[in-house]
């Protein structure tokens, strides 16, 4: 009874810990709120069924990661797509600058749908958990520079592809 | 592929610690400011990416009752049956296991410890070669975020480099690294599930000195180097912190 509760905590540990960072990686490699959450919870749920082989508690946060990614792909292997609602960028505001920000965000969401996986993935790593070059070179098992100019390129695209909206809205008004 | 030159890599990684990168910004004032750049950029990108749709109570509940299921070796005595031929190595393994968790448990029990100082003091020591070395200087929004998991709030994060997780006893509670001029201050927010058998509001070991404040949900522990001026940080959070004080 001591054991299944230890592993229960440890479990309630992860959650506590890791769910929203998971939560969000997951929503942005998705960009759909219901498989986000599908995905997440088949992550858990195959985290909770392999609790015992976790033996350092601080090797988890790759261990979720790795799952999630798994679970993602699955979806592809299923043939499934995932569809974007336009409506969700459509925000209305009366205000000027609220304006100005909502198309600003929806450039950004726009840009960094266009990036590549291979590109999002590690920008992603590094922006939400935190990760070093050689931390999202273990992950994704590519070797560190091959990340490090993974990641400039996503960068220098975002500001290209925001740069070349910002010109675009300029001429058409 | 080609290595990127250190105008590239300060774009990648801003956050580099590579002691050449670090001494070619060193000497470079456009090198600085490009690595300035990024820095904000990377901090604008977080907090966009921070906003997202919440998720459904639904999917909470779910993910919260995931732990009632069997985990894969309650699933794997269910199907014994069909290995039969391997009972006498299972027996010794089964053996082997059992006597490795009761050690586990034993050695657990030896080591346990209710001091709420001594866990947040090693914490403090455990977690000093990682728990805000990389400055993730997370925004408000995200701080809130984690901190919501407890049911407190801040009104302000200027000051904090880092915000994660840890256990005390098990027990998921937030940690913070927060800047006071050179130093980094570890704060914990520990919720009262369980009962620490003594709490000290002062503390302090060689290296660092404590506080612990009482209040309605949890404690708040602050554990600071000697040299800080921890009444002045304790009285700083308490007003920036909403956790039914």
Not at chain 1, 20 to 29: A, N, P, V
Not at chain 2, 7 to 14: H, K, R, S, T, V
Request: glycine share 2%; hydrophobic share 40%; charged share 25%.
């Amino acid at each position: 009874m001591k054991r299944d509760k230890a592993l229960t905590q440890q479990y309630e540990a992860l959650v506590a810990q890791y769910h929203m960072d998971l939560y969000r990686y997951g929503f942005w490699l998705t960009k759909d709120k219901q498989v986000t959450e599908d995905i997440v919870q088949e992550t858990f749920l195959r985290a909770w069924r392999a609790i015992e082989q976790l033996e350092d508690i601080k090797a988890a946060k790759g261990w979720l990661i790795t799952i999630l990614r798994r679970e993602n792909a699955r979806r592809f292997e299923r043939k499934q797509l995932s569809l974007v609602d336009i409506d969700d960028y459509s925000v209305a505001d009366d205000n000027e600058s609220q304006q100005q920000t909502s198309i600003e965000h929806e450039e950004l969401h726009v840009a960094i749908d266009m990036l590549a996986d291979d590109y999002k993935e590690p920008l992603l790593l590094q922006s939400m958990f935190g990760f070093s070059g050689e931390e999202i070179a273990k992950q994704l098992s590519l070797n560190k520079n091959t990340v490090m100019t993974r990641l400039f390129r996503a960068k220098k695209q975002l500001a290209d592809i925001l740069t070349n909206h910002s010109a675009s809205r300029t001429d058409k008004s | 592929m080609k290595t990127l030159n250190y105008f590239e890599l300060a774009m990648a990684d801003p956050y580099c610690t590579d002691p050449d990168f670090l001494e070619a910004v060193k000497n470079d004032s456009a090198l600085q400011q490009a690595v300035i750049d990024a820095k904000e950029n990377d901090k604008m990108f977080e907090n966009f990416t921070s906003d997202v749709p919440a998720p459904s109570q639904m999917h909470l509940d779910a993910i919260k009752a995931i732990c009632d299921e069997p985990t894969s070796s309650t699933v794997t005595h269910k199907n014994k049956g069909h290995l039969n031929s391997y009972k006498p190595y299972f027996a010794i393994a089964a053996s082997l296991v059992v006597m490795t968790v009761s050690l586990f448990m034993l050695s657990a029990q030896n080591h346990h410890n209710d001091n709420l100082m001594d866990h947040a003091l090693a914490h403090t020591s455990h977690g000093a070669p990682y728990a805000g070395v990389t400055d993730t200087n997370p925004t408000l929004t995200r701080v809130n975020q984690q901190l919501s998991l407890y049911g407190a709030s801040l009104t302000n994060a200027n000051d904090i480099l880092w915000s994660s997780h840890c256990e005390f006893q098990g027990i998921a509670s937030a940690h913070l690294v927060y800047r006071d001029n050179a130093e980094r201050i570890n704060v914990f927010l520990v919720p009262k599930s369980l009962d620490f058998d003594e709490i000290k509001t002062r503390f302090s070991n060689a290296d660092f000195n404590g506080t612990i404040t009482e209040l309605s949900s949890g404690y708040l522990v602050i554990v600071a180097p000697k040299n800080s001026d921890i009444n002045s940080i304790k009285s700083n959070i308490e007003g920036e912190l909403d956790w039914e004080i």
